[in-house]
């Protein structure tokens, strides 16, 4: 058998001359029905100190990754025996909850072919010739989710222990959630944020990073509950933001590995609903994913509201793969337009006679004309109705601002 042959591959040793990235050791699965792609492959592979598994068709796939259970599979399509469309079907079934990234790489490059890929259930699709700049950068991405999944397992483990000591377990997890939200990359100019936690430590999160000049990622996520427990959910979802964001993946991408993570990692009765969005500056572009959250509202200050997005699919950690929409909806925008979001804190807040803020405080605060924005508008707004008092539930609110013709 042509395997066989190419053993001489996975046992070689890395030679004192190349370079190894530092970091995790993976395990890739590479799929290839060529034994020069798989040679290439091979040599490029080991010389960022990753090891190297191989099959040369989609069922001889199958089997060794259910042997060898590898961190990552890169994949091709056309194939004898089986293809990798139907490969990466049965590798995603023996997968079950856990999470193992799938590239294709194949000559077939349409649109199509790409979308068929996805739905099999690829997180990621490169057309050959494969850039090998592009190929590692991808690897890496992996290599870091890869490494924080056991960090987040261990860390969970840890925390846990001291459930019993509640106030050692707030400082230790507040230094924790400041080292992982990395509150300065809130500072972008297009970004407003102003969030009022419940407790002293806030379920919610609001992450934000700019990998490109032009595109910036924002996530808002609420999770079950208050405090502690709801932050420490906010860890797998925030470290994969970041990783996927900076690495530029696709929205659709990073919420399916976001809701494999939080099944993997979480009990059933803990979900996180998100809202996850690409601002295209260039090209005033929204891409937004909705998940569980209440509605973002795309707002002109000249005649308000002029476009809802609205929850596609559960939170985050309810449902499994085949019953997960990943689907984002897109929308150019006018020039000076913002894109408000909010948890349901927003409108659940009550003043000191019990009223709560509701969908009419929060449309009097978005109509209002006061020379701020429609985040800081709404903000202002709620403090004045809670006064002195927090609200019942965590309460965060995001604006992200279209600049105008003159910025």
């Not at 996520?221 to 959910?233: I, K, N, Q, R, V």
């Not at 993997?264 to 609903?273: E, H, K, N, Q, W």
Request: charged share 25%.
């Amino acid at each position: 058998m042509f395997f066989r042959g190419i053993t001489r591959y996975k046992h070689r040793c890395v030679s004192d001359g190349e370079v190894r990235v530092s970091g995790k050791t993976l395990k890739i699965l590479v799929v290839d029905d060529t034994e020069a792609n798989l040679s290439l492959f091979d040599k490029f592979i080991r010389r960022m100190g990753h090891e190297t598994i191989f099959a040369t068709n989609g069922l001889e796939a199958v089997a060794r990754f259910e042997e060898c259970r590898p961190d990552l599979v890169l994949m091709d399509v056309m194939m004898p025996e089986m293809d990798g469309y139907e490969a990466t079907r049965q590798i995603r079934t023996l997968c079950n909850e856990n999470w193992v990234p799938i590239i294709f790489m194949s000559a077939k490059a349409s649109a199509d072919d790409q979308v068929m890929g996805l739905e099999a259930g690829g997180d990621d699709y490169l057309t050959k010739p494969v850039n090998l700049k592009i190929l590692a950068a991808k690897i890496t991405a992996m290599q870091r989710i890869s490494e924080m999944q056991q960090a987040l397992e261990d860390t969970a483990s840890e925390l846990l222990q001291y459930r019993d000591d509640a106030e050692q377990e707030m400082q230790l997890a507040t230094r924790l959630m400041a080292r992982i939200t990395r509150s300065a990359t809130l500072a972008d100019s297009l970004l407003k944020v102003w969030i009022l936690p419940a407790v002293h430590m806030s379920g919610d999160l609001v992450a934000a990073a700019r990998p490109f000049d032009d595109r910036l990622y924002v996530l808002l996520a609420d999770a079950t509950g208050h405090g502690l427990s709801a932050a420490l959910m906010q860890m797998p979802v925030s470290q994969t933001f970041y990783d996927m964001a900076q690495a530029g993946y696709s929205v659709s991408s990073m919420v399916t590995a976001m809701n494999r993570q939080l099944r993997a990692l979480m009990p059933r009765d803990r979900f996180v609903a998100a809202t996850v969005v690409v601002f295209d500056e260039r090209n005033r572009l929204f891409e937004v994913w909705n998940g569980g959250n209440p509605e973002a509202l795309l707002v002109d200050d000249d005649v308000g509201v002029i476009h809802r997005f609205m929850p596609r699919s559960p939170p985050l950690g309810i449902v499994g793969e085949d019953d997960f929409d990943a689907r984002t909806e897109i929308l150019q925008v006018a020039q000076g337009a913002e894109l408000l979001l909010y948890s349901d804190g927003v409108l659940d807040a009550d003043d000191a006679q019990g009223n709560t803020f509701d969908e009419s405080g929060l449309a009097m605060a978005i109509d209002g004309k006061s020379g701020q924005g429609v985040c800081e508008r709404v903000a202002a707004t709620l403090r004045a109705h809670l006064g002195k008092r927090r609200g019942q539930d965590d309460i965060s609110v995001v604006g992200i601002r279209c600049p105008a013709p003159d910025e």
